[in-house]
């Protein structure tokens, strides 16, 4: 059976170490726990401690200061009959599903775009300028948004006066029924790096035979990206699908930095109102259940992960 | 290339366009950042001359603090993670003892783990322990988010050297230690290179856990800090030196990319074998 066919617990614990006197054994059983050890101290402090307790503590009411008040599923069936976790979901669900499309669309174009160049010198050239941006903390990048979408100094707001629709610019990020649309458009247009990344080392393990007898059969480009491309890396787009999904679920910081929530609640995210619950409110206990409607998302998406998607995509530079 | 670059044009043309569009905000920011305010009134698109290098005098004085910390809770962390987390991936990989496996798969569990779960758990931990507003209480807290991955990374990394290595080791009655600082340390360079750059990147990008376990501006790292940064330029309408510190904060990344291109690239998509 080749490696990769085999369940991923006994790929994962294969070891090939020799016969080994009982001594070794022993000494082997000390060092080997010993070198966990520091790791393990890490973890178990400010890892599985606070994971543990955001499980128990998501069925109490605690304000932080005094002790916690154990009630049972209150705080989920407040949560339920809350029609602001179901406006964040809502949210959530709509940005994951416009932004995952375009995260994987557009990478995915531009990847296949730079791979037929014929210079590879250029092919470099240009997933060095696409990648670049990674250097700019996210926050510089929320940043500059920001101020692009400003009313009265913005470019956005400049650029609609030169092309002469200054009566119409819209107030991006005041308007409720355009915030949502405007905080997704922060990054336009898209070309996520590591997108990029995976899909080019996924199109350059295509090999060379196939492409060199679509050449010669004369296929033409679009018959080419669905009947070639699109099926082969069909596992770095599962791979990327599932990847963006989770990293949108837990996105806080930009409505967090953008909008605050608002204009009322047109921006809330499930993560955003734990944050706000619990830093805000004091609502420890509330805030630790939206944490807890999040980590199981993120679970079932990991176990799809797990289940269908196969878990390593190499990447060579 | 000319030659190759002409028949390829209509490529040529769509990634430019693309290139330009993504990099505009930078291109921006760049631009305004040696304006003065009359210059960013008047001339809003365009490049205006003379440049004002100071607006980054006046940026440097505010926003250093905030960098030097984050580069301090960067360095600590990835240094701590790089050593906890080969240390572990060693055992995980190559030693022999009872339980192994469950340990192993108990670490991997935690890659399922949200960030956003044990926030507030952390938090209020934090101020159990008496750690919150202090940087050691950072530090760890930086270096346990990260320290599965960076376990699993260096398992698997450890796993796929020749085993030929151990044996001989094994033969010439080398301790367990000895093998890990004369043998798996200096084979994992490449891999201490990819996953600590892929440390630094999430810690250097991470605002939630420092905007609360943070509290005192002096101890800000910069993604806090430079929210601290603008509301205090925006109020003055100082928009060339707000630009000229949202450029330094680029910076310093900016200069590890150059200098370290290939490796950069390889840990930005070290997170692609992230379960």
């Known amino acids: 059976m080749s490696n990769r066919q085999r369940p991923l617990t006994t790929r994962l614990f294969t070891t090939s170490d020799a016969r080994l006197s009982l001594s070794r054994l022993k000494y082997q059983w000390k060092s080997g726990y010993g070198m966990l050890l520091p790791a393990f101290v890490l973890l178990i402090m400010f890892m599985y401690y606070p994971a543990l307790s955001a499980i128990v503590l998501s069925f109490s009411s605690w304000d932080g200061f005094n002790s916690p008040i154990f009630n049972g599923l209150r705080n989920y069936i407040t949560l339920v009959k809350d029609p602001v976790f179901w406006i964040s979901i809502r949210n959530v669900a709509v940005w994951a599903a416009v932004k995952t499309t375009l995260e994987i669309a557009v990478p995915l174009f531009v990847a296949v775009l730079i791979y037929h160049l014929r210079s590879k010198r250029m092919q470099y050239i240009y997933r060095v300028i696409f990648v670049v941006p990674v250097v700019v903390p996210d926050i510089v990048l929320y940043l500059i948004w920001s101020f692009f979408f400003d009313p009265n100094i913005g470019v956005l707001g400049h650029l609609f006066s030169v092309l002469g629709l200054s009566g119409v610019t819209p107030n991006w990020l005041g308007d409720p029924n355009i915030a949502l649309f405007a905080l997704m458009s922060v990054g336009f247009p898209f070309v996520v790096p590591f997108n990029l990344l995976i899909f080019f080392a996924g199109l350059q393990a295509i090999p060379e035979e196939v492409m060199e007898s679509a050449r010669i059969e004369g296929v033409g480009r679009t018959r080419r990206f669905f009947q070639i491309e699109l099926p082969l890396v069909m596992g770095q787009m599962k791979l990327l699908l599932i990847l963006t999904m989770i990293q949108l679920l837990q996105n806080v910081t930009l409505p967090l930095v953008l909008t605050n929530g608002g204009p009322g609640y047109s921006t809330y995210v499930p993560g955003l109102l734990m944050y706000l619950l619990a830093f805000q409110n004091g609502q420890f206990g509330l805030g630790m259940a939206v944490s807890m409607v999040i980590f199981i998302l993120v679970l079932s998406l990991t176990w799809i992960q797990f289940r269908y998607i196969r878990p390593g995509t190499e990447y060579t530079a | 290339m000319w030659k190759d670059f002409r028949k390829d044009l209509p490529s040529h043309s769509f990634l430019i366009v693309a290139a330009l569009i993504a990099l505009y905000p930078f291109i921006y920011m760049i631009m305004t950042s040696f ?241």
Do not use: C
Request: aromatic fraction near 14%; glycine fraction near 8%; charge should be positive.
């Open chain 2, 35 to 275: 304006k003065s305010n009359v210059e960013f009134y008047h001339n809003y698109f365009g490049i205006s001359l003379p440049l004002h290098f100071d607006n980054y005098v006046v940026a440097w004085q505010a926003i250093s603090p905030y960098l030097l910390n984050s580069a301090l809770f960067a360095a600590s962390g990835v240094i701590i993670m790089a050593l906890t987390g080969s240390l572990a991936g060693y055992s995980f990989a190559r030693l022999r003892y009872r339980g192994k496996p469950v340990i192993f798969m108990v670490v991997i569990s935690l890659l399922m783990i949200p960030g956003l779960l044990t926030l507030i758990p952390l938090f209020l931990e934090m101020k159990g322990l008496r750690l919150l507003n202090s940087r050691i209480g950072m530090i760890l807290a930086f270096a346990a988010g990260g320290q599965a991955f960076t376990i699993f990374v260096f398992r698997q990394s450890i796993a796929s050297l020749p085993e030929e290595l151990f044996e001989a080791a094994r033969i010439d009655g080398y301790s367990e230690v000895r093998v890990y600082l004369n043998i798996v340390l200096p084979l994992s360079k490449p891999i201490i290179g990819t996953v600590s750059i892929f440390n630094l990147l999430s810690i250097w990008n991470n605002y939630l856990l420092p905007l609360v376990l943070i509290n005192s501006q002096g101890k800000y790292p910069l993604t806090v800090g430079l929210m601290a940064f603008r509301g205090q330029f925006v109020y003055n309408a100082q928009y060339g030196p707000m630009f000229a510190g949202y450029t330094i904060a680029s910076l310093p990344l900016l200069l590890l990319f150059l200098f370290t291109m290939r490796l950069f690239m390889r840990g930005l998509t070290a997170g692609s074998i992230k379960m």
